[in-house]
């Protein structure tokens, strides 16, 4: 399993609008892709801006390139997520999963 990690950040005042965009539009279209094995979203104040750290996991690199296309370490910003991010990645980074704990 790899593990695809992607940090955005956004203004207090447009976070929510974010947040509302990955959990709307860009989960249920990670959903829908064969080898996507989960999602998460993690959040953290940091002064007058939010720190947004996607995590999203994978059965492997093809089935990332369903998502992301040819080149995997390539950042995939939607329109609507660029108009309410200050700044972002514009690449990804991806770990192989080699201990887990849980479900």
């Known amino acids: 399993m790899i593990a695809r990690l992607w940090r955005g950040l956004a203004a207090s005042a447009t976070a929510d609008a974010y947040e509302d965009h990955f959990t709307r539009h860009v989960a ?16 953290r104040d940091a002064g007058d801006q939010v ?20 080149d995997i370490d390539a950042a995939v910003v939607a329109p609507e997520a660029r108009a309410v991010l200050a700044a972002f990645e514009e690449v990804a980074r991806h770990f192989e999963v080699v201990s887990r704990t849980g479900t």
Do not use: C, K, Q
């Open 28 to 43: 249920p279209a990670l959903a829908a892709l064969a080898g996507h094995r989960g999602a998460w979203l993690l959040r």
């Open 51 to 70: 720190e947004f750290l996607a995590v999203t996991l994978w059965e492997s690199r093809d089935s990332i390139r369903a998502f992301a296309g040819d």
